[in-house]
């Protein structure tokens, strides 16, 4: 079983939509949950983070941490064309194991 | 200049070349890493630094060797490379080793023929 599973896609919505991203992951000693997002020929972009279980809401992101699951979660409500990237969900336990995923390629059409 | 810069974007070499790749920060921190980015996998770590220091080498094999002459210089030497080693390398810093945080540079797009 791979550490950190994510849906590679690619994802296809149209603007205005909402997104859901997933991630799953093996490891229950995980704490600090983000996401990346990384557009074409640039570096990942910390987009949000996630400390233990829990919501957290940033604008139009929304960050989900079930960890009695394992799962977690990244929404995008009214997508826009410029969150087409690619979104990379990553776990640590603080200052050990940082691991990602391998990503999911959206594209959001106008 | 800001951020994380690396340079150079882009670099085909032959597999008995020797090339390096440069990453620099400005953001004042003290963890510097390499990451390899390969299509459809996820983003590997091979190498940690903190405080000029190696912390972690995730079994990365000889032919990539670091350097880190001080907090905001990270270089990686490349020697003898294979076509499986074609990749986008990633330089990240953060404040701290470990940091959940970490700032990515735009990457080094490296083809090996």
Same mark, same amino acid.
């Given at each position: 079983?791979?550490?950190?599973?994510?849906?590679?896609?690619?994802l296809?919505?149209?603007e205005g939509?909402?997104?859901?991203?997933n991630?799953?992951?093996?490891?229950s000693?995980? %704490?600090y949950?983000m996401?990346?997002?990384q557009y074409?020929?640039?570096g990942?972009e910390?987009?949000?983070y996630?400390?233990s279980?829990?919501n957290k809401?940033d604008?139009?992101?929304?960050?989900q941490?079930d960890?009695?699951?394992?799962y977690i979660?990244l929404?995008i409500r009214?997508?826009?064309?410029?969150?087409?990237a690619?979104?990379l969900c990553?776990?640590s336990?603080?200052g %050990?194991n940082f691991v990602f995923?391998p990503?999911?390629?959206?594209s959001v059409l106008? | 200049?800001?951020?994380?810069?690396?340079?150079?974007?882009?670099?085909?070499?032959?597999m008995?070349?020797k090339?390096?790749?440069k990453?620099? %920060?400005?953001?004042g921190?003290?963890?510097?890493?390499w990451?390899?980015?390969s299509?459809k996998?996820p983003?590997?770590?091979?190498?940690?630094?903190n405080f000029k220091?190696?912390?972690e080498?995730n079994?990365v094999p000889s032919?990539?060797?670091?350097?880190c002459p001080?907090s905001?210089?990270?270089f990686l030497h490349?020697?003898?490379l294979q076509?499986?080693?074609?990749?986008?390398y990633?330089c990240?810093?953060s404040q701290?080793?470990?940091?959940?945080e970490?700032?990515?540079?735009?990457g080094?797009?490296?083809?090996?023929?």
């Open positions: 079983q791979k550490e950190v599973e994510q849906d590679p896609g690619p296809s919505v149209p939509a909402i997104v859901s991203l991630c799953t992951y093996s490891n000693a995980f %704490q949950f996401w990346y997002r074409s020929r640039k990942p910390l987009l949000m996630t400390y279980s829990g809401e604008g139009r992101f929304t960050a941490v960890k009695s699951s394992k979660s929404f009214d997508s826009q064309p410029s969150d087409s690619t979104y990553a776990m336990n603080y %050990q995923g990503g999911t390629r959206l106008p | 200049e800001t951020g994380v810069t690396q340079t150079p974007r882009h670099l085909v070499m032959g008995t070349n090339k390096s790749l990453c620099e %920060q400005h953001l921190h003290n963890a510097m890493y990451y390899k980015q299509a996998k983003l590997e770590l091979m190498f940690v630094y220091e190696q912390t080498n079994s032919r990539f060797s670091p350097e001080n905001s210089h990270l490349l020697h003898t076509p499986e080693d074609s990749a986008l990633l990240a810093s701290a080793s470990g940091s959940y970490q700032y990515f540079g735009p080094t797009r490296l083809t090996v023929t």
